[in-house]
């Protein structure tokens, strides 16, 4: 069992960063991947970036390449994400999960999330 909980969300303007925060605890947090995935009322989960259980690996979806980047700290159990860069349409909660295998997207523990509201 793992539980998380994301921090660090907020609002910016159109340009800026913000780092947001995964903290696991629970047991075997470094077997994981772990994933962040944004939501917008009204519309399906979007994934945005996964880092592999060692954090050798990372994947991003197209709309965020360049602009953010996932790390993971297996020492104090955490994973990040930060976004740089920020627009409008990046506007949404972000949720943080953790799962047992890097090339299926499959993820067993969620987060409740986080806003980030991106001004123009």
């Known amino acids: 069992q793992v539980q998380l909980v994301e921090s660090g969300g907020g609002l910016v303007q159109a340009g800026g960063s913000l780092r947001l925060s995964c903290a696991a605890s629970?047991?075997?947090?470094?077997?994981?991947?772990m994933g962040w995935f944004r939501q917008v009322p009204g519309t399906e989960r979007e994934f945005v970036a996964r880092i592999n259980s060692n954090g050798a690996t990372t994947d991003y979806a197209d709309s965020v390449k360049g602009r953010f980047t996932i790390s993971r700290d297996n020492a104090k159990n955490t994973v990040d994400l930060q976004m740089n860069s920020l627009k409008p349409e990046d506007t949404a909660v972000y949720y943080c999960?953790?799962?047992?295998?890097?090339?299926?997207?499959?993820?067993?523990?969620w987060g409740r999330g986080t806003q980030v509201t991106v001004s123009s």
């Open positions: 999960a953790a799962g047992p295998l890097y090339y299926t997207p499959q993820y067993d523990y």
């Open positions: 629970g047991r075997n947090f470094s077997r994981y991947t």
